[in-house]
């Protein structure tokens, strides 16, 4: 059975995992000595419900539990357990939790998986020490190479190559696959980081798809004249076509329903910034996700087409940079109606939503069914020290994801 107070013990617990004298939130950076004491604490409860522990070169744990069948492949489950500065205790923390719960209810009652099982702590998820997301997952799949581990540093001029040497790992290992072996399913529980479930007043999401961002700037040059002596007519501001672009960002990103899409101009300057001349320069950084990358695609040409005609109606000139493109994963819909099933047949209330942020899981699902649940997050706030998810949202998801495993673990259970 899922216990809420052992659950609970252990959020109590990571939160004391964090760096000291630096405020209110979890500084848990990956690597550091509070990520690495948290990671011994989990390795040791993974040890104490009786999984044999494995790490990889990158210092991703796996706890694994044989079953009948070991010559079987893997299902696994789990999230990470480093956070953001100033961060959550429930961003990751709730997905490795909740595999460890699991597999130590599971054990209770006398359960007998046929196929292996296998928790897993991923290291390095977050970007905020060395600029790059799910890096331990990356590593474990071979996406990672030890010239990536060198370029990679953080602030301080640290680089991951010599951060893993610190820790007694060997990122001359990376390149090739760190994880050996087949996994028959991924599973990974984690706080939605928005405000749909909440708002729908749903307890659990089934995620659909994971989106990924194509970025890029939008560099625009108009006549930086005189706001005084300029006529409206002949003028050429750039403020004024940024302005348009960003409208026509939200405005082509909202028509897009199914599969939805957003659009963001987080970065917007002009230039010179002064009240007396008419803006000459413009930047803008544009990024646009879905879970579905026709519809990421067609957001963005659009968008380019759109800044085409308003630079040129408005006798503008204008640079697009891209920055990133990167695909996105959609859930196998074997796994969406598996885990439907579980949650129709549990009775709580449920939707499928896609994911808007990355996560580990996402990697997985390229390879492996994968299967993400989403649980409430107060206000939608995540990355920040009010981050809150309520106890009894935390056992609903986990009840699932035993019954997902459970399921799951049985060899008569596909998801052709
Ligand atoms: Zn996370």
């Given amino acids: 059975m899922i216990v809420k107070e052992r659950l609970m013990d252990m959020f109590a617990r990571m939160r004391k995992f964090s760096a000291q004298g630096e405020g209110p939130g979890v500084y848990r950076l990956a690597f550091t000595d509070a990520d690495w004491q948290a990671r011994g604490y989990l390795t040791g409860l993974m040890r104490e419900i009786g999984l044999s522990v494995r790490e990889d070169a990158f210092g991703n744990v796996v706890g694994r539990w044989e079953g009948t069948e070991p010559s079987l492949p893997a299902v696994m489950f789990g999230s990470h357990a480093d956070s953001v500065p100033n961060g959550g205790n429930y961003d990751g923390v709730l997905g490795i939790l909740a595999a460890i719960e699991t597999v130590r209810s599971l054990k209770e009652d006398g359960f007998c998986p046929e196929h292996p099982l296998e928790v897993a702590l991923f290291m390095c998820e977050e970007s905020s020490r060395f600029g790059a997301a799910t890096l331990g997952s990356r590593a474990m799949l071979g996406e990672l190479s030890p010239d990536d581990a060198k370029r990679l540093t953080d602030r301080g001029g640290v680089a991951l190559y010599d951060a893993l040497k610190d820790r007694g790992l060997s990122p001359d290992a990376l390149g090739k696959p760190l994880y050996e072996g087949d996994v028959k399913a991924f599973f990974e529980v984690h706080i939605e980081q928005g405000k749909v479930l909440e708002h729908e007043k749903k307890s659990v999401g089934i995620v659909t798809g994971i989106a990924a961002p194509t970025r890029f700037r939008v560099k625009l040059t108009g006549s930086a004249d005189h706001s005084g002596a300029t006529p409206m007519p002949l003028r050429h501001d750039a403020a004024c076509a940024a302005a348009e672009i960003v409208l026509d960002a939200e405005r082509l990103a909202t028509a897009e329903q199914e599969p939805p899409a957003v659009a963001t101009v987080g970065v917007l300057q002009i ?89 580990d899981a996402m990697h997985w699902a390229e390879r492996v069914p994968t299967g993400m649940l989403f649980i409430p997050c107060r206000d939608g706030v995540s990355h920040n020290p009010e981050e809150y998810a309520a106890p009894e949202d935390i056992v609903n998801a986990v009840r699932l994801l035993e019954k997902a495993v459970r399921a799951a673990s049985r060899k008569n259970v596909t998801f052709a």
Avoid: Q, W
């Avoid at 026709?294 to 040409?301: G, I, L, S």
């Avoid at 949650?343 to 994911?355: A, F, K, N, Q, V």
């Fill in 271 to 359: 230039a010179p910034g002064v009240m007396n001349v008419i803006p000459g320069g413009a930047e803008l950084g544009v990024d646009i996700r879905s879970i579905d990358g026709a519809t990421k695609k067609r957001v963005a040409d659009k968008l380019k087409d759109a800044v085409s005609e308003i630079c040129a109606r408005r006798g503008i000139t204008f640079e697009i940079v891209p920055i990133s493109d990167e695909r996105p994963v959609a859930i196998r819909p074997a796994v969406l109606d598996f885990l439907e099933k579980i949650c129709r047949e549990d009775g709580g209330s449920y939707m499928r939503l896609p994911s808007g942020a990355g996560h």
